[in-house]
């Protein structure tokens, strides 16, 4: 494990129809076409699809001594993916990006065949993205590769049939517990697993010095600490702040799905846990003290909607809204002002009732979407030495 070396990969490429979101991948075949090559077209930037090939790049960097930036995700890239990369360009060498959308992480009932995949505008992204970096003289380093496989490769044992995506189902999978069995865990109960099984074998083949995630998926940051913690894998994990749009709402590859009725209900989670952190920073350290507001508000918020008419509003539940310690995340009667804490909710915005016709519904016909967000709490500020 962690051993020096690995290998390629192969990209399915599925193109999705957006019926009511801006078109994704559907008619730019030529950069399409061009990008299964070695390299994202106008960019040094080479194009993995096998292990064994990324290994045998790898291999030559390592024994030039640069450092790599791992940057994971699942594609349908955005700026939340930029300001990670643009991280890791700022601390390592060569940033290697994948692009993998990850069975394992999904439900049977999640939205895996709907998610967005975007291949054509996540190069051209990378490919505008380097060019930038490559002109902010502050830089350390590049992009300079993407890794993007397909099922087969990554999960080699598991045939045509791909691996299991059933709570109980079979197969060799990494599991991070109890951290990744709360909040997200406990709704999503093949999710962590799903994401500490790919992290470890992209980890294992890329061998990065420094790995990066968003902040934006808090629970996340805790489950790959600690993944490499416990399986002393050799790399820093770092995180990157969560990337808004102007009205607080957290940049996510999902927010395609929402639609224009929707999107202007969306902030309410980000809202709330921004009641919670006004709270706090004025003094408040219990959790009925800064989480009643929380839920105050976004129950008044619902109010409101259901005070429109069935075409016009959204309706949309709560899951939850947390208050935990940072480290294990374990639910928190009173914040330790030594230790800070971390705020996150997640809110399911429901499909909207009476489309309109024309109505722009979101992609894929505007299912519900799942939106999660968090604030830290930070440790007071510890008293000057007395
Ligand atoms: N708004 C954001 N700000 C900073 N990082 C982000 C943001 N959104 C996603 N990321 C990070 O980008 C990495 C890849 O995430 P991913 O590809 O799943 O995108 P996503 O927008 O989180 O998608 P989804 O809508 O499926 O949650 C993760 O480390 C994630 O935390
Ligand atoms: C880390 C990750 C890329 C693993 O598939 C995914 O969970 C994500 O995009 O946050
Ligand atoms: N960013 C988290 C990926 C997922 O929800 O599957």
Known sequence: MFSPFAKTFKSSFTRITFPNARSFSSSSNLLHKRATGPVIPSTSIKVF??????????????????????????GALHSGHASLVRLAASQTSLVVVTIYVNPTQFGVTEDLDSYPKTWDADCKILRDLDRDIAEDGANMGRIAAVFAPDTKEMYPSEGNKGPSQEIDGKGSFVTITPVGEKLEGKTRPTFFRGVATICMKLFNIVQPEKVFFGQKDVQQTVVIKKLVKDFHLNTDVIIGATQRESDGLALSSRNVYLGTRRRNVATVLSKALKVAETGYLRGKRTRDELLGPAHELAKLMLIEQFQMKPEERVNYEVDYISLADPDTMEEL?????????????AVKMLPVEEPQDGEDLGAAGGPAVRLIDNIILPAAAMKAAN
């Open 333 to 345: 009667d009173v914040v330790d002002d030594t230790r800070g804490a971390i705020l996150s909710g």
């Open 49 to 74: 699809r096998t292990i064994s090939a990324l290994r045998q790049w790898r291999r030559q960097q390592l024994l030039d001594h640069r450092t790599v930036g791992l940057v994971p995700t699942m």
